[in-house]
Structure formats: C-alpha cells, structure tokens
C-alpha cells in the first residue's frame, strides 16, 4: 500500500509516457494497476468499473489505428480498456468523472510500479466511443471511456516539474 509520501512523490513525477520499449509488463503489475483503479471512491459505492486487458499486439495494432492519437498503443506492451456499466451507475451523468478517478489512480499505481502510462480519452466522443462498441462487442449497458497503454520506458521521465501557478488560484472570488 502507498504511503502519503510515495503517493505525493508519484503526482509529482508522473509523466504520460508515449514511447514504449519491447519488455512484458508483468501480471503482478497489471493487477495493480487494475486494483488502484477499483479502490477509487464512487457515489453509492456502485462500483461501475470494467475493464478489458489487451496484450495480443494485433489487436493492439487495431485500436491503434482507429485515430492517429491512439498510434501509441501499437508500441505499448499491454493496454487497459476501461469501460463502465450503465446498469450499475446511482448517478449516470457523472460516470465520466467517477471513470477519469479510476484512470487517475491507474496512472499513478503505473508510476509507482515503474511503467509508464498514458490516458487516452475515448467517451465522449461518439465517433471513438461506436468503434469500441463495435470492436469489442460491446453489450448494450457498456460504454467504453478510455484506453490506457502500459509499457516500459527506455529512459526514466519521472523527474519532478513545477506545475505550480500561484496566479490560477483564486480565494473565496474570481
């Protein structure tokens, strides 16, 4: 489990990694990504999540070829569909929000795990979102939100840049 330090120090040096070596992701490692993404907190505990686990590289070259911006999960060891189910949502107009905190953490546990990662936005743009639907065979109560490559980096990205702008902070007022 992540201690506050380690969980900081991750949000601190998390890089979105584009450019993946030729190396396995382990198994141990993607069901820690996968479990990171089911400990996010939801509206009613309802647990909406699924996910599809792509490591088949003729598939992977497939969804890569949907849209130049997913050209990245070509080269990426495995990659994580993530999907959620309609019927189980309390509160369906939020379900990109309650889906991005489970990317959130996924990305982070990546860093953590020493992987680089990448969020690649899939809902709600329809054109992206029917391809899913139609490549995976999606049943009618599972819409996909996103696709996350996983992978490898040759070179470490993870050093820290300062984000930080005192000017985009407003107190009590714009």
Partial sequence: MMKGGKTMENIFTKRSGREFIE??????????????AMQTNYAGSEQPWEFIVV???????EISAMEEHLEVLK?????VVVLTDMRKLFSPDNWHQ????????????ATNQGLEAVWLGVAPVEARMDFMIDYFDLPENIMPFGVVPVGYFEDECNVFVDRFDSSKVHYNQW
């Fill in 55 to 61: 490591k088949d590289k003729k598939v992977l070259s």
């Fill in 75 to 79: 080269d990426s060891s495995c990659a």
């Fill in 23 to 36: 190396r396995e992701v382990e198994e141990d490692k993607v069901e820690k990504l996968l479990r990171a």
């Fill in 98 to 109: 309650d889906m991005a905190a489970a990317v959130q953490n996924m990305l982070l546990e």
